[in-house]
């Protein structure tokens, strides 16, 4: 299903030529360095390709004739590739012999141009071939190497392409050489196999394209289908012949997931672990809006989020038909694992039920808020909030998926989203606005699924919630506020001392701290400020006979919950008397 769907989009990324991607059998690749040639095949210069500045240098993209596959073997990309392929330059390693690395890049070399040769028969006439060949047969390129982007080259490793003198396209994109490649490739094909993908004869491909831009993957690339263990064999089928695709739909897929992952795409965005990419079965407005929704983008997610279900529901109101709600939305999460990618997560329905499901996460992770707070937090504030030091790389493994998931499918929550919640208020002692908003939804949520009859918490404070854990975090905030203002300016409150204790074995915390609050009552100026207090107290406690020894899971995070309230509650009463 994942790999069909992306082969259908590389098609329509074809149909509709919205997108620069190549075409079968070609690839595009980045080519920071461009060596010109004379037609007599002289050396005439270097062309660095890249722009911008320092570390975001980013080179010029071209399309090139589809990359081997790199392995410990010796395989040389056709007419491009690394300094130690195209001059026998090996780049430096200090942990290796650099006798053994010079030996192993003369042999890199000579495959490079037994490569041309092999492969560009029909096309060894051209002008610039002929010209590329004469300039690699003479093995002097000392007038490379005294260039003053040589040292720079050779030290990074970086790509290297030619140019003819005069064109305007590197030599691999020249016609002739373009038209070689294409009656080679339609002359492939002996062994013909039903494709698993398309459903139509096709040689298989052995090996696949390695998929790029990952977060956390290797940097030369992962795969999401590879064999390659023994142990993987099956009916004595190796590689990817056990599963066999079709190389024409191998490279449709691994084409339209490596744009959708390169630099610089909309859609795309990091969901914790999870790279998470997006598309539809035809364009639709919620491919520009999706990735502001979920990922920590610049522009301002609650105005996306009208935007998009405006978008939605525009067919109702006769919008053009682009908005279909019935048009198919594929949503991939994907994830490193050593030398594969693994599939965190996998969403495939109509932009229509996605819709729904987005306005009702909207809806259940909403509550009162501090002024100047968005009203949507994005999925990345959501989920720091859960992790130590607020790092994303602290985000629990698999917690991300999980959570993305239950939101495009409008399943609850999962519990270890709580979990962590409650263990991040216990340890840093502090509810903040997207922790209240993360437990307030999953209760709610959970509630709703299961058609609970039990009164759950709500957006605001809710003086009716006669839950034990709600109510004793209520009591928790009003003590904390008779201690702030009987000691003004005070360093650190029963916050900071008793909030693990109290959210958990309460018991253990509040008899102590009811004591304390005489204390503090009597330092208040105000008489009748103390009295209000004390009354607000009674109402919380009305009915709550003894504290209880241990409070669950959830009714810590009701507990949470209800402190959250009652300081939103103090918070509003202040400004309004100011």
């Given at each position: 299903m994942?790999?069909?769907?992306?082969?259908d989009?590389?098609?329509?990324?074809?149909?509709?030529?919205l997108?620069d991607?190549?075409?079968?059998?070609?690839q595009?690749q980045?080519?920071?360095?461009?060596?010109?040639?004379?037609?007599?095949?002289?050396?005439?210069?270097?062309?660095?390709?890249r722009?911008?500045?320092?570390?975001?240098?980013?080179?010029?993209?071209?399309?090139?004739?589809?990359?081997?596959?790199?392995?410990?073997?010796?395989?040389?990309?056709l007419?491009?590739?690394?300094?130690?392929?195209?001059?026998?330059?090996?780049k430096?390693?200090?942990?290796?012999d650099?006798?053994?690395?010079m030996?192993?890049?003369?042999?890199?070399?000579l495959?490079?141009?037994?490569?041309?040769?092999?492969?560009?028969?029909?096309?060894?006439?051209?002008?610039?071939?002929?010209?590329?060949?004469?300039?690699?047969?003479?093995?002097?390129?000392?007038?490379?190497?005294?260039?003053?982007?040589?040292?720079?080259?050779?030290?990074?490793?970086?790509?290297l392409?030619?140019?003819l003198?005069?064109d305007?396209?590197?030599?691999?994109?020249?016609?002739a050489?373009?038209?070689a490649?294409?009656t080679?490739?339609?002359?492939?094909g002996?062994?013909?196999?039903?494709?698993l993908?398309?459903?139509?004869?096709?040689?298989?491909?052995?090996?696949?394209?390695?998929?790029?831009?990952?977060?956390?993957?290797?940097?030369?690339?992962?795969?999401?289908?590879?064999?390659?263990?023994?142990?993987?064999t099956?009916?004595?089928?190796?590689?990817s012949?056990?599963?066999?695709?079709?190389?024409?739909?191998?490279?449709?897929?691994?084409?339209?997931?490596?744009?959708?992952l390169s630099?610089?795409?909309?859609?795309?965005?990091?969901?914790?672990?999870?790279?998470?990419?997006?598309?539809?079965?035809?364009?639709?407005?919620?491919?520009?809006?999706?990735?502001?929704?979920?990922?920590?983008?610049?522009r301002?997610?609650?105005?996306?989020?009208k935007?998009?279900?405006?978008?939605?529901?525009?067919?109702?109101?006769?919008a053009p038909?682009?908005?279909?709600?019935?048009?198919?939305?594929?949503?991939?999460?994907?994830?490193?694992?050593?030398?594969?990618?693994?599939?965190?997560?996998?969403?495939a329905?109509?932009?229509?039920d996605?819709?729904?499901?987005?306005?009702?996460?909207?809806?259940?992770i909403?509550?009162?808020?501090p002024?100047?707070?968005?009203?949507?937090?994005?999925?990345?504030?959501?989920?720091?909030?859960?992790?130590?030091?607020?790092k994303?790389?602290?985000?629990?493994?698999?917690?991300a998926?999980?959570f993305?998931k239950s939101?495009?499918?409008?399943t609850?929550?999962?519990?270890?989203?709580?979990?962590?919640v409650?263990?991040?208020?216990?340890s840093?002692?502090?509810?903040?606005?997207?922790?209240?908003?993360?437990?307030?939804?999953?209760l709610?949520?959970?509630?709703?699924?299961?058609?609970k009859?039990?009164?759950?918490?709500?957006?605001?404070l809710?003086?009716?919630?006669?839950?034990?854990g709600?109510?004793?975090?209520?009591?928790?905030?009003?003590?904390?506020?008779i201690?702030?203002?009987a000691?003004?300016?005070?360093?650190?409150?029963?916050?900071?001392?008793?909030?693990?204790?109290?959210?958990?074995?309460?018991?253990?915390?509040?008899?102590?701290?009811?004591?304390?609050?005489?204390?503090?009552?009597?330092?208040?100026?105000?008489?009748?400020?103390?009295?209000?207090?004390?009354?607000?107290?009674?109402?919380i406690?009305?009915?709550?006979?003894?504290?209880p020894?241990?409070?669950?899971?959830?009714?810590?995070?009701?507990?949470?919950?209800?402190?959250y309230?009652?300081?939103?509650?103090?918070f509003?009463?202040?400004?309004?008397?100011?």
């Amino acid at each position: 299903m994942i790999l069909h769907s992306l082969n259908d989009y590389y098609r329509r990324l074809q149909t509709e030529g919205l997108a620069d991607v190549a075409t079968e059998g070609f690839q595009k690749q980045p080519i920071p360095f461009v060596v010109v040639l004379n037609r007599d095949g002289s050396f005439l210069g270097l062309v660095d390709t890249r722009s911008g500045e320092g570390k975001e240098k980013s080179a010029r993209q071209f399309t090139v004739p589809k990359g081997v596959k790199k392995t410990s073997g010796i395989a040389a990309n056709l007419l491009w590739d690394t300094p130690a392929y195209v001059f026998g330059r090996p780049k430096s390693d200090p942990k290796k012999d650099l006798s053994k690395l010079m030996q192993r890049a003369v042999e890199q070399q000579l495959c490079f141009l037994n490569t041309i040769r092999e492969r560009l028969v029909p096309a060894l006439e051209d002008e610039g071939i002929h010209a590329l060949l004469q300039f690699l047969g003479n093995d002097n390129f000392q007038a490379v190497f005294d260039h003053p982007a040589w040292p720079e080259i050779e030290e990074s490793g970086a790509i290297l392409s030619f140019q003819l003198e005069g064109d305007i396209c590197l030599i691999c994109e020249r016609p002739a050489v373009v038209a070689a490649l294409m009656t080679a490739q339609l002359a492939e094909g002996s062994m013909q196999q039903t494709c698993l993908i398309t459903g139509e004869p096709d040689e298989p491909a052995r090996l696949h394209t390695a998929i790029k831009g990952v977060y956390g993957a290797q940097r030369s690339g992962a795969n999401i289908v590879s064999f390659n263990l023994s142990a993987f064999t099956s009916y004595k089928k190796e590689q990817s012949f056990n599963a066999p695709v079709g190389k024409r739909a191998e490279f449709a897929y691994t084409t339209a997931l490596n744009h959708l992952l390169s630099k610089g795409s909309m859609q795309r965005l990091q969901v914790g672990d999870a790279t998470t990419v997006f598309w539809a079965e035809k364009k639709h407005e919620i491919e520009n809006v999706f990735g502001g929704l979920f990922g920590e983008q610049p522009r301002e997610p609650e105005q996306d989020y009208k935007q998009l279900i405006a978008a939605f529901r525009a067919p109702q109101t006769g919008a053009p038909p682009q908005l279909d709600p019935n048009t198919a939305f594929f949503v991939l999460g994907l994830a490193p694992n050593a030398a594969r990618i693994a599939v965190r997560f996998w969403y495939a329905g109509t932009v229509g039920d996605i819709a729904a499901n987005i306005e009702q996460h909207f809806d259940d992770i909403e509550i009162v808020r501090p002024p100047k707070q968005s009203r949507y937090l994005s999925l990345f504030r959501l989920l720091v909030a859960t992790a130590a030091l607020g790092k994303a790389e602290n985000i629990l493994p698999n917690l991300a998926g999980e959570f993305m998931k239950s939101i495009l499918i409008g399943t609850p929550y999962p519990q270890a989203l709580l979990g962590a919640v409650i263990r991040r208020c216990r340890s840093e002692r502090e509810i903040t606005y997207p922790r209240a908003s993360l437990v307030k939804a999953v209760l709610s949520r959970e509630a709703r699924y299961y058609k609970k009859t039990v009164k759950e918490v709500g957006m605001s404070l809710d003086t009716g919630n006669n839950n034990v854990g709600y109510r004793l975090g209520r009591l928790f905030a009003t003590l904390e506020k008779i201690q702030e203002e009987a000691s003004p300016g005070i360093n650190a409150t029963i916050r900071d001392r008793f909030y693990g204790a109290a959210s958990s074995t309460p018991v253990s915390a509040f008899p102590h701290l009811m004591k304390l609050k005489n204390h503090h009552l009597g330092k208040l100026e105000s008489r009748g400020r103390a009295v209000n207090l004390e009354k607000l107290i009674g109402e919380i406690m009305d009915g709550l006979n003894e504290f209880p020894a241990h409070l669950s899971m959830a009714d810590q995070g009701r507990f949470a919950v209800g402190y959250y309230h009652q300081r939103q509650t103090f918070f509003t009463s202040t400004r309004k008397d100011q």
